[in-house]
């Protein structure tokens, strides 16, 4: 059954298929789909970040988020019943040449694996997205879905995990078959970039591992993941500084682990890093 999209009106199937208009879909019929382990290792291989989102958008290496993903995109939050979901992986999203690089864990059932768009549609991307207005990095506080006219100013964000996970935890073997398409997209996008804001410790750790794979000296013994912490890391393409942030998940918002103020101080130190 096809749905109307929230935005443009336009019926689409859930899942999505590729190339059919879906707003900002990075992908055509024709893009070569991922289903192994090996299939990835081939196809992040590629020069073009453009080209690299749109094969990421397509894979389906990883049978249980497959199987997870597309089961949520069919069954809905009762709230979105009347929604098309997306349904696929989630590629980055934001300026090709940022200076800030915002990394996380995965996309959220009912969230990314809705909207289509990387921390969108969900209460941790509520809280993210408006930090990164009032800190002048996006133009408008909101991210709603893609095609919402929203654009980052000089910064990318992208998730070690491109899938939505069952009880958002991706396997050791989920993650590290999909760390081909992590490591290309950071090797793509350090040549301008000087701060990566990790969002909780999973984030943190599969950007030192992916930032070390392509270069990255990182010290030993291995830098500890705090909130507001800072380690330059000198590299192929220069020094870029990496800070830890605590995840705006409801839990660590909720109890006051993270506030607005908190959020913000590690956002504006990332601009100042990086120049903008």
Known sequence: MRLPHPLTGELFESPVP????????PAVRRTPVARST???VELAQ?????????????CRACPRLVEWREEVALSKRKSF???????????????????VLIAGLAPAANGGNRTGRVFTGDRSGDWLFASLHR??????????????GLRLLGAR????????PPANKPTPEE?????????????????????????????FDALLNALQSVGGAVPKPRPKFGHAVEYPIPGPYGEVVVLGCFHPSQQNTFTGKLTEPMLDTVMTRAKELAGL
């Open 81 to 99: 019943a009347d929604q098309p979901y997306w349904g696929r992986p989630i590629a980055g999203w934001g300026d090709p040449e940022p200076r």
């Open 46 to 58: 590629t020069d073009e970040l453009a080209e690299l989102d749109a094969r990421v958008s397509v």
């Open 18 to 25: 590729p190339g059919t208009g879906w707003p900002e879909d």
């Open 135 to 148: 800190v002048g990095l996006a133009t408008q506080p909101t991210s709603e879905h893609a095609g919402d």
């Open 175 to 203: 993650r590290d078959t999909c760390s081909p398409w992590f490591r290309r997209e950071l090797e793509l996008v350090l040549p301008s970039t000087r701060a990566i804001v990790c969002l909780g410790k999973f984030g």
């Open 157 to 164: 964000m992208m998730a070690a995990v491109r899938c939505a």
């Open 38 to 40: 090996a299939d990835v």
